[in-house]
């Protein structure tokens, strides 16, 4: 079950770009399972995409697109992964099919999205016919229907609307993102779409788009296994009274910011909804030699079965801790380790706390949402991530997934 994810609300259309979403069939299901979205001509778009070596054939394709792209074509059910060259051609007939549809289009100008069971190969003649029904269905205010339409596992929809406030009016935004299993990005999310309708150069909206990536969906992690198709797409329609000048415009840093809780309430609601979670966590850790051991020690934490399935049955069994901070690879010293569970302190110096009770720890880790604080004495460089806990369904659910 999604731990504490608000309902959808009616997201804000953003000028520019048009959304459709069909039915193709691809897991034999009534609901939609396949997006077309298409931008104006004077849109800029970024990207950013998994690192992992064995990158499905939409990511290869999509990346390579992406300083010409228009058009951006999803599907959910099929992840179109260990398909070889078979699955880019497949992919770029789908592609070709939408551009098909829209005379100004060329199949180039198409990207192609996927997520679902990796390994098979797409039903291209039903995902051909699917794109002509999206694009038939094209209007601005579709994305409710895209988030429902990018889901597999997931139990909710995720996204969200923003007016960002800047000092040259106000900028529209609006994202939407899927992922509930095979969570840990390297890049930026499973699959997540962002548009925006200011106007902003491509060279200045790709480095936007990594920091505010690094600052949200690279700070959550279900399971520690990085999908072979993550992507996370941000678009610049230009439709609105906002355009950013340069690098040094203080509406950028504005639209930052906002852009930045869109991407944060994105990423926490995944972990939120990770596979048969009971219980959302955050992993804080100060104190490291360098931001990078705070966050090894946070993602030790945050992966560790152990540490996961004791979160489930509420079980303060703090040597789990010790043993994830232990083996993280950060410079650590025990003498100097403190931890707590919210407001309760555990351990201090590397022993049990002075007066720690069990049972206020316990009455922390049968909430439904708690943080795991780790001061590793070394500063105040500090970082986190987003996690939740392993449950008998999540064995469930995986174990499940192909039948």
């Not at 009534?30 to 054939?57: I, L, N, P, W, Y």
């Not at 069971?117 to 794109?131: D, W």
């Not at 201090?348 to 439904?368: I, P, T, W």
Request: proline share 4%; aromatic share 6%.
């Amino acid at each position: 079950m999604a731990v504490n994810v608000p309902a959808l609300e009616a997201l804000l259309p953003i000028p520019g770009v048009r959304i459709g979403t069909t039915n193709a069939g691809i897991k034999q299901r009534v609901r939609d399972d396949m997006v077309v979205m298409v931008m104006d001509a004077d849109a800029t778009v970024a990207g950013v995409f998994t690192q992992s070596a064995f990158r499905a054939a939409p990511v290869k394709i999509a990346e390579a697109r992406l300083d010409q792209a228009r058009a951006l074509v999803i599907n959910s059910g099929n992840a179109n992964a260990a398909t070889g060259q078979v699955g880019e051609h497949d992919a770029s007939a789908v592609c070709d099919a939408v551009a098909d549809s829209l005379p100004e289009l060329k199949g180039e100008s198409v990207l192609p999205f996927s997520t679902g069971v990796i390994g098979t190969r797409l039903p291209v003649a039903a995902m051909q016919k699917g794109a002509l029904e999206a694009v038939q269905r094209l209007r601005e205010d579709n994305w409710n229907a895209a988030a429902w339409a990018i889901m597999t596992t997931d139990t909710v929809p995720k996204a969200r609307s923003l007016r960002i406030e800047t000092d040259k009016g106000v900028v529209i935004a609006t994202g939407i993102a899927k992922g509930a299993g095979m969570i840990k990005p390297d890049m930026a999310t499973m699959l997540g779409f962002m548009a925006l309708d200011a106007a902003v150069p491509r060279a200045i909206l790709q480095p936007l788009l990594k920091r505010v990536a690094d600052r949200s969906f690279n700070r959550v992690t279900i399971d520690g296994d990085t999908s072979t198709n993550d992507s996370l797409i941000l678009i610049a329609s230009g439709k609105g009274p906002v355009a950013v000048s340069g690098d040094d415009d203080p509406c950028l840093a504005q639209i930052e910011q906002g852009l930045t809780a869109i991407a944060q309430d994105l990423a926490m609601w995944i972990a939120r909804d990770g596979e048969g979670a009971t219980r959302f966590v955050t992993v804080r850790v100060r104190g490291g030699k360098t931001s990078a051991d705070c966050l090894k020690v946070a993602y030790a934490i945050a992966e560790s079965p152990l540490v996961k399935t004791a979160i489930f049955a509420g079980d303060p069994n703090w040597g789990r801790f010790c043993m994830a901070i232990g083996r993280s690879g950060a410079f650590v010293e025990p003498d100097r380790v403190n931890l707590h569970l919210d407001d309760v302190c555990i351990a201090r110096n590397g022993l049990a706390a002075l007066g720690y009770e069990e049972k206020d720890a316990a009455r922390v880790m049968a909430q439904q949402e708690l943080t795991v604080f780790v001061d590793l004495g070394f500063g105040n460089i500090e970082e986190w991530v987003w996690t939740c806990d392993f449950s008998y369904d999540y064995v469930k659910i995986n174990a499940e997934y192909r039948s």
